[in-house]
């Protein structure tokens, strides 16, 4: 069971980016896919979960800001970050909810004037 993150950059505050994960090896649409962020020194956090029923839950601080979807037909797991804040500045990972998976590389996203 892999995943493979991409998409991230650096980008000025206020902007976006549109994180993608795509699965492979286990059945992605059975799967509570989630997205979770970490900063040199400090524990993986959560971020965002997607259910294969389509509900959808955020940590309070990207509320309103970003949007998590998926692709059931692509693999695929989506983060739209917009309003982007310094404090976003970190590696995001995607991964089951319960972290079953395998972890990927990450993407680095960087927010900064």
């Known amino acids: 069971a892999h995943v493979v993150e991409s998409g991230g950059g650096l980008v000025r505050p206020g902007g976006s980016l549109r994180l993608s994960c795509a699965g492979s090896?286990?059945?992605?649409?059975?799967?509570?896919m989630t997205w979770f962020r970490q900063t040199p020194g400090k524990e993986r956090e959560f971020v965002a979960a997607h259910t294969p029923t389509g509900g959808m839950s955020y940590e309070d601080s990207v509320k309103g800001r970003f949007t998590i979807s998926r692709d059931n037909a692509k693999n695929t797991l989506y983060l739209q970050m917009n309003s982007l804040k310094p404090e976003d500045t970190a590696v995001y990972y995607c991964?089951?909810?319960?972290?079953?998976?395998?972890w990927g590389p990450g993407t680095q996203v960087s927010v900064s004037s």
């Open positions: 090896g286990f059945p992605f649409s059975g799967y509570i």
């Open positions: 991964n089951a909810l319960d972290e079953s998976l395998d």
